[in-house]
């Protein structure tokens, strides 16, 4: 009799278990290098937790099961055509730099984090896992950039050579932490007892620490998130009253919040989006209504087909800087990729929410929330802020769609 114990073999659902965690890792690399340790690390984050992610998603799309529902079909070809259009648009660029800097963005990294997003999304452990490495990374990003400041290892603004790499940096950083407070928030609203009054200390801390970065668009985005995606998971339990009654008491504690901090002796020193909100001059036109106006103007005068990738910031005036994108998506696409860009546009991301509307009632209501703590801060930043180069977009689009996609577990 043979009592040899059999050789170990590596468990494919073991191996797919991390596509959740590095998901997450990944979205918010930017905002993992603001952290004062992690921005001297010898390698390069995202090119770490990319080549990590892609084998890892391969194992998940083979160890479950897939059901795609109604209605994904369409976004999710529009999104695919978006990005092929945007690669044949960049042959009538008049940009060499800026499309060399938009192109790899774009092929290399838009349609893997798509997908990233729809399996995600889709299988409830993955799922979890995104969302557990989230809250880590909200915490690890808030928390290390008030260290930072405290001890004067960071200085908010950068100096004059790296100004606007280090305002990316940390507007991105908001992002994450904001997306972190939505998640706690969601917690909140699912835990009972003691537990919830842990997870709503966690929210008002995160909420408190996204003013630290300096991101005005951050501390909207928190907004969002906390008070909109629990009153999504209340309003799937038809539970109306609570739903509203949260989305007024978040509004009020906000209010109170800020009142406070402005009140107090320092008058809320440090904290950085207080001292851009309340003081700096806003008497001049905001620099993003000047580059939605230069979009338009420009949509319009190279329509049909745009300037093509790359082409607004040298067309508008500015030179080869990538910076002085229109930080909206639909003139992006309308500006550079010309009415076949916008219509793609629309149809991918504009469809992609029909859908998760559509879809929300019919999944479980935590997931609808969680997906909804993970989007919201992202579409208010797609609509006044980042490219569509950037990845965080693509894969908050696989999130949305992810809703009509069932990931069922392959039993031998």
Same mark, same amino acid.
């Given at each position: 009799?043979?009592?040899?114990?059999?050789?170990?073999?590596?468990?494919?659902?073991?191996?797919?278990?991390?596509?959740?965690?590095?998901?997450?890792?990944?979205?918010?690399?930017?905002?993992?290098?603001?952290?004062?340790?992690?921005?001297?690390?010898?390698?390069? %984050?995202?090119? *770490?937790?990319?080549?990590? !992610?892609?084998?890892? /998603?391969? $194992?998940?799309? &083979? =160890?479950?099961?897939? +059901? #795609?529902?109604?209605?994904?079909?369409?976004?999710?070809?529009?999104?695919?055509?978006?990005?092929?259009?945007?690669?044949?648009?960049?042959?009538?660029?008049?940009?060499?730099?800026?499309?060399?800097?938009?192109?790899?963005?774009?092929?290399?990294?838009?349609?893997?984090?798509?997908?990233?997003?729809?399996?995600?999304?889709?299988?409830?452990?993955?799922?979890?896992?995104?969302?557990?490495?989230?809250?880590?990374?909200?915490?690890?990003?808030?928390?290390?950039?008030?260290?930072?400041?405290?001890?004067?290892?960071?200085?908010?603004?950068?100096?004059?050579?790296?100004?606007?790499?280090?305002?990316?940096?940390?507007?991105?950083?908001?992002?994450?932490?904001?997306?972190?407070?939505?998640?706690?928030?969601?917690?909140?609203?699912?835990?009972?007892? %003691?537990?919830? *009054?842990?997870?709503?200390? !966690?929210?008002?801390? /995160?909420? $408190?620490?996204? &003013? =630290?970065?300096?991101? +005005? #668009?951050?501390?909207?985005?928190?907004?969002?998130?906390?008070?909109?995606?629990?009153?999504?998971?209340?309003?799937?339990?038809?539970?109306?009253?609570?739903?509203?009654?949260?989305?007024?008491?978040?509004?009020?504690?906000?209010?109170?919040?800020?009142?406070?901090?402005?009140?107090?002796?320092?008058?809320?020193?440090?904290?950085?989006?207080?001292?851009?909100?309340?003081?700096?001059?806003?008497?001049?036109?905001?620099?993003?209504?000047?580059?939605?106006?230069?979009?338009?103007?420009?949509?319009?005068?190279?329509?049909?087909?745009?300037?093509?990738?790359?082409?607004?910031?040298?067309?508008?005036?500015?030179?080869?800087?990538?910076?002085?994108?229109?930080?909206?998506?639909?003139?992006?696409?309308?500006?550079?990729?010309?009415?076949?860009?916008?219509?793609?546009? *629309?149809?991918?991301?504009?469809?992609?929410?029909? /859908?998760?509307?559509?879809?929300?009632?019919?999944?479980?209501?935590?997931?609808?929330?969680?997906?909804?703590?993970?989007?919201?801060?992202?579409?208010?930043?797609?609509?006044?802020?980042?490219?569509?180069?950037?990845?965080?977009?693509?894969?908050?689009?696989?999130?949305?769609?992810?809703?009509?996609?069932?990931?069922?577990?392959?039993?031998?």
């Amino acid at each position: 009799m043979n009592t040899a114990a059999p050789a170990w073999r590596p468990d494919a659902a073991l191996l797919a278990a991390a596509s959740g965690a590095l998901a997450a890792v990944l979205q918010f690399a930017g905002a993992l290098k603001s952290v004062p340790g992690l921005a001297a690390l010898p390698f390069d %984050l995202t090119v *770490l937790a990319f080549a990590l !992610l892609l084998p890892s /998603l391969a $194992v998940l799309l &083979l =160890v479950r099961r897939w +059901r #795609l529902g109604r209605g994904l079909a369409v976004p999710l070809a529009a999104a695919l055509g978006l990005v092929l259009w945007l690669v044949l648009a960049g042959t009538w660029s008049v940009s060499d730099e800026v499309l060399a800097e938009k192109l790899p963005g774009l092929v290399l990294l838009a349609p893997p984090m798509l997908l990233a997003g729809l399996l995600v999304g889709a299988d409830a452990p993955a799922l979890r896992r995104c969302c557990a490495a989230t809250l880590v990374v909200g915490v690890v990003v808030g928390g290390g950039i008030a260290w930072g400041v405290a001890t004067r290892q960071v200085v908010l603004g950068g100096s004059s050579a790296e100004t606007e790499l280090v305002r990316v940096q940390y507007q991105l950083a908001g992002l994450a932490i904001a997306c972190a407070a939505g998640l706690a928030a969601v917690r909140v609203a699912e835990a009972r007892g %003691l537990a919830r *009054l842990g997870w709503l200390g !966690l929210t008002a801390a /995160l909420s $408190v620490a996204v &003013l =630290v970065p300096g991101g +005005r #668009l951050a501390l909207l985005a928190a907004g969002l998130g906390v008070a909109g995606a629990p009153a999504l998971f209340w309003g799937l339990h038809g539970r109306w009253l609570a739903a509203l009654g949260w989305v007024g008491a978040m509004l009020g504690a906000g209010v109170l919040g800020l009142g406070l901090l402005l009140a107090s002796p320092r008058g809320g020193a440090g904290l950085r989006t207080l001292e851009r909100v309340f003081g700096e001059p806003n008497t001049a036109t905001p620099a993003r209504v000047l580059l939605w106006n230069e979009a338009l103007r420009w949509g319009g005068k190279a329509a049909p087909l745009g300037l093509g990738t790359g082409g607004f910031p040298q067309a508008a005036g500015f030179g080869e800087r990538r910076g002085m994108y229109p930080h909206n998506h639909a003139l992006e696409a309308l500006a550079e990729g010309g009415l076949p860009g916008l219509v793609l546009w *629309l149809a991918a991301f504009g469809g992609g929410v029909v /859908l998760a509307l559509r879809q929300a009632a019919r999944v479980a209501p935590g997931r609808a929330a969680r997906i909804a703590a993970l989007t919201l801060p992202v579409a208010l930043t797609v609509m006044v802020s980042t490219d569509l180069g950037n990845r965080m977009a693509w894969f908050a689009l696989g999130l949305l769609l992810s809703l009509a996609l069932e990931a069922e577990a392959r039993h031998v």
